[in-house]
């Protein structure tokens, strides 16, 4: 009778333990972040401009580069937003871009909002940057360099955030609220911008 019992217990102990071990499994599968950009910054282009040049550029693809990267490199498992993805977080990245051409500066702005669960805002993190350079010599690249800079300020603050790191280092359990791309067109929609400003 204490054998059967003793068997009983053990087996489901292990029981117990494989079903942790498949939530754990199909927890790695899920991203800690889902990237989300708006659109518009793929399409609209911006214009910098200097008293004898202009340089127009699309920032969705730059940012995206930078934030995917940065952000792996960070948080680990992080994707771009698609379809019905879900993941722990979603955070939308927002940037803004100037130049000021009689310092010759690039000033980089990112704000990231993460959100979790069905539309939770976690926080907002902006970070900024200052590279100096012509904008008739390497613009694109003085221009990733200031998004990175931005994106690394931004990283910082968001380690900082000890609401966030507690949402992206638990565990995700079954039946648990995650957070789907879906619900982007629940956001609040930013002013358009005709410029860099």
Same mark, same amino acid.
């Given at each position: 009778?204490? &054998?059967?019992?003793?068997?009983?217990?053990?087996?489901?102990?292990?029981?117990?333990?494989?079903?942790?071990?498949?939530?754990?499994?199909?927890?790695?599968?899920?991203?800690?972040?889902?990237?989300?950009?708006?659109?518009?910054?793929?399409?609209?282009?911006?214009?910098?401009?200097? +008293?004898?040049?202009?340089? $127009? +550029?699309?920032?969705?693809?730059?940012?995206?580069?930078?934030?995917?990267?940065? =952000?792996?490199?960070?948080?680990?498992?992080?994707?771009?937003?698609?379809?019905?993805?879900?993941?722990?977080? =979603?955070? $939308?990245?927002?940037?803004?871009? +100037?130049?000021?051409?009689?310092?010759?500066?690039?000033?980089?702005?990112?704000?990231?909002?993460?959100?979790?669960? &069905?539309?939770?805002? &976690?926080?907002?993190?902006?970070?900024?940057?200052?590279?100096?350079?012509? =904008?008739?010599?390497?613009?694109?690249?003085?221009?990733?360099?200031?998004?990175?800079?931005?994106?690394?300020?931004?990283?910082?603050?968001?380690?900082?955030?000890?609401?966030?790191?507690?949402?992206?280092?638990?565990?995700?359990?079954?039946?648990?609220?995650?957070?789907?791309?879906?619900?982007?067109? =629940?956001?609040?929609?930013?002013?358009?911008?005709?410029?860099? +400003?």
């Amino acid at each position: 009778m204490r &054998v059967e019992k003793l068997i009983r217990m053990t087996c489901l102990a292990i029981t117990l333990l494989i079903s942790i071990n498949h939530a754990q499994a199909e927890d790695t599968s899920k991203p800690n972040m889902l990237i989300y950009i708006n659109p518009q910054e793929y399409t609209n282009q911006i214009k910098l401009w200097h +008293f004898y040049y202009d340089y $127009w +550029f699309a920032q969705g693809p730059v940012v995206e580069k930078v934030a995917k990267e940065r =952000l792996e490199k960070e948080y680990g498992n992080v994707s771009m937003c698609e379809g019905n993805q879900s993941g722990k977080t =979603l955070v $939308w990245i927002q940037p803004r871009m +100037f130049y000021n051409p009689q310092s010759l500066i690039y000033y980089g702005t990112i704000s990231a909002k993460v959100y979790s669960g &069905v539309g939770k805002l &976690v926080g907002e993190y902006v970070g900024e940057s200052k590279v100096h350079g012509y =904008l008739d010599i390497q613009n694109s690249k003085r221009v990733h360099d200031a998004y990175d800079v931005a994106m690394q300020n931004a990283i910082g603050k968001m380690k900082t955030d000890q609401t966030l790191q507690a949402i992206i280092n638990t565990p995700t359990l079954t039946g648990s609220t995650d957070t789907p791309c879906s619900m982007v067109t =629940l956001l609040p929609t930013p002013k358009i911008r005709a410029m860099s +400003f």
